[in-house]
């Protein structure tokens, strides 16, 4: 840094009243005496690189934010939103697991959300979130809802970014577990889920011994319906693959719309049964040189589903793999050694995969592979009978990247920016070329990286986050189990440089995807008596003046409101034993005026935003006196906003 620098930085000191440099001698800055910036830079013992990364991400109160990360919560089953370049924390989203500050979870409406995503009959309150998509148009990133997948549960979840709710969860008996989810069409046609780990289709019983006839992978299509916002799972489908053990996807756009891409890592078909004189699974699944990348025709597909050409296996519509195989569905393509990402450039022409065991990136023509299946150009036949083409007839290139590449990103100036785990680095590369041109050390062990609208036609550049999944000596010491660590990058520079380091406390986040703010378009309030899951006023939406306690036939109905800072009625009595239906309207229009409802006792714990109508059903079994009160500091007679639910012997 230069003299230049620190003109800039003193312009931007002037601008905040501090004095730059001048006579005054360095103090701390005793009473009544004006810091100077660079007083301030050696007290708080700070550099000029520091400093201009401070005023690269500082965002003053009441600015908001350029973009918006959308990032996994990991086992959390949470979504975490980051406002960029500040690095700070909005909101976690609650998706999969219970989230009380939302009250997700713990009424009716959430509830029922959730029961959507049971499994096999059992309730499941966790997931481990991976993948956040946001819905596309014509490949961009359009701000309308955002989808994430549960490697654990196989389950995608529909988020609206209206109101940031999760609205939906689908999740089918055909498979047992995910991991290339949610990645979705350029025009968010389908919600993509290919399976990871292979099991008998259908959740059957098979041994692992017949892991070779009878395990399989499969690709669910999960037909998005924007006019509803919800998957309409009877018009969605699936395609039956080989247990190669799938890993990450990514569908085509512009020149490979059409397409999907996803990766494989055990060709070897090992299933483990170490303690049974097989190898472990992670030298077993590491013999071969080659694993296969499968190119999918959905579009094909599609028609051929629309034909009726599918088999239904635990409910799902599945298209066989010897009709995918032979119908130019699928096809194979040889990819170097277990790899991990595969990504497609922005526009849609070169397929991108790094394997983990192979320090370069491979990357493969679209046009290329286009043109070997249209002749049918195969260069064999893998046992289940799916062609695959010859490898360096279909590849463009390689990049020689450094250690463990992962994940690849773009910046829409031609360059490309892959993650490297073991070298514990991002390296950006010219696509044009196939060669590094910089890489910046990131903190410690980094999956995932994403660009600002990366994954788009028309990436953004300008800011990149690496995801790093240790945070070693980053932060202050918080016992053995230390938060992951985001760091921003700086793509505005011809040099890559981290200018924020962020933890994240909740899970880890494998993924994100990164909006223009200005796209997303909340609403503030909800409509009165609104029902946010079923996006309708609620059956028992309460108005003022209509609050009441009806005995029916089927129990004791209440039909309460809420408004600064009262409930009505707040006194309400049944008899031990009695079914309850909590009805509670909150009245409220105004931005931000949420309530909180709790009863002591009956693990109740409502939020009910503006306008928000929510129920809740419990049978009041024990005889006694319970406090009912507002959980949200929401007026200065918040501590009066209570009440009792009297259950009478
Ligand atoms: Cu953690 Cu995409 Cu699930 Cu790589 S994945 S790091
Ligand atoms: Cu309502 Cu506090």
């Known amino acids: 840094m230069g003299t230049r620098t620190i003109s800039v930085l003193c312009a931007s000191a002037a601008a905040a009243g501090l004095a730059c440099g001048g006579g005054k001698s360095p103090s701390t800055g005793g009473a009544g005496q004006a810091a100077t910036l660079t ?16 005023l690269k991400t500082y965002t003053p109160s009441g600015k908001p934010d350029e973009y918006l990360l ?17 690095m700070r924390l909005l909101k976690y989203i609650a998706v999969f697991t219970p989230e009380p500050w939302q009250g997700y979870g713990f009424d009716d409406q959430t509830k029922a959300v959730l029961a959507q995503g049971n499994r096999k009959g059992k309730e499941l309150t966790w997931a481990d979130t991976h993948h956040p998509a946001l819905s596309e148009t014509n490949g961009d990133y359009d701000g309308q809802f955002l989808f994430i997948g549960d490697k654990a549960n196989a389950r995608v979840a529909v988020i609206d970014l209206a109101d940031f709710t999760t609205k939906q969860i689908v999740t089918t008996d055909l498979i047992n577990s995910d991991h290339g989810a ?20 259908g959740g059957e019983f098979a041994d692992p011994r017949e892991y070779k006839e009878k395990y399989r992978g499969a690709a669910v299509f999960w037909k998005f319906d924007r006019e509803k916002g919800r998957i309409d799972k009877d018009a969605s489908w699936a395609i039956e693959l080989p247990p190669y053990v799938q890993d990450l996807s990514d569908a085509g756009k512009l020149v490979s719309d059409g397409y999907a891409f996803f990766n494989s890592i055990n060709t070897e078909l090992s ?97 290329k592979i286009k043109a070997l299946i249209d002749q049918k150009q195969y260069a064999g036949k893998d046992p289940y009978g799916v062609p695959i083409l010859d490898y360096k007839a279909s590849i463009r290139g390689q990049v020689e990247l450094g250690l463990g590449p992962l994940h690849t990103q773009f910046d829409g100036n031609g360059f490309a920016y892959t993650s490297l785990f073991l070298e514990t680095a991002v390296a950006k590369w010219s696509l044009k070329d196939l060669k590094v041109v910089d890489k910046v050390p990131t903190h410690y062990n980094i999956g995932h990286l994403a660009a600002a609208e990366g994954d788009t036609v028309s990436p953004d550049g300008k800011y990149l986050v690496a995801m790093n999944k240790w945070a070693l000596d ?20 011809p040099k890559l440089r981290v200018i924020y380091d962020m933890p994240i406390p909740l899970g880890e986040p494998h993924y994100a995807q990164i909006i223009k703010a200005d796209k997303i378009k909340p609403i503030e309030i909800y409509p009165p008596g609104e029902d946010p899951i079923a996006n309708e006023t609620a059956e028992h939406a309460v108005t003022g003046g209509k609050e009441r306690v009806e005995r029916k036939a089927d129990g004791v109905h209440v039909y309460m409101t809420a408004i600064r800072s009262h409930f009505t009625p707040d006194v309400v009595r ?60 929401c007026s200065a007679l918040h501590l009066e906003m209570a009440g009792y639910l009297v259950v009478e012997p």
């Not at 519509?317 to 450039?345: C, M, N, Y």
């Open 474 to 493: 980053r932060f202050n010491k918080v016992g053995p189990l230390l938060p992951q660590n985001f760091q921003l990058v700086d793509l505005n520079e």
């Open 574 to 633: 049944v008899k031990a034993g009695d079914k309850v239906f909590w009805h509670l309207t909150n009245l409220e229009q105004a931005y931000d005026a949420t309530h909180g409802f709790a009863i002591h006792a009956f693990n109740i714990n409502l939020s009910i935003e503006p306008g928000e109508h929510a129920d809740v059903t419990f049978v009041a079994d024990k005889p006694g006196v319970y406090p009912m009160y507002c959980t949200e500091f």
């Open 39 to 54: 007083d301030l830079m050696k007290t708080r013992g700070l550099s000029e690189a520091d400093v201009s990364a401070a």
């Open 182 to 201: 949610a990645f979705v069409t350029p025009n968010t046609e389908y919600v993509i889920e290919t399976s990871q780990y292979a099991t008998p289709l």
């Open 271 to 367: 299933w483990g049964g170490n303690a049974e004189g097989n190898p472990p699974m992670e030298s077993g699944m590491s013999q071969n040189d080659m694993d296969y990348l499968h190119v999918v025709n959905w579009k094909k597909a599609e028609e051929l589903v629309k034909a009726g050409k599918f088999d239904t296996i635990a409910g799902m519509k599945v298209l066989r793999l010897t009709t995918a195989a032979q119908e130019g569905v699928l096809t194979f393509v040889p990819e170097p050694k277990s790899p991990h990402g595969v990504d497609i450039t922005p526009d849609g022409e070169d397929i991108v995969v790094s394997g983990k065991l192979d320090t370069h990136g491979t990357v493969y023509s679209f046009s």
């Open 70 to 86: 959308f990032g996994s919560g990991g086992h959390s089953g949470h979504v975490v939103v980051v406002g960029l370049p500040s």
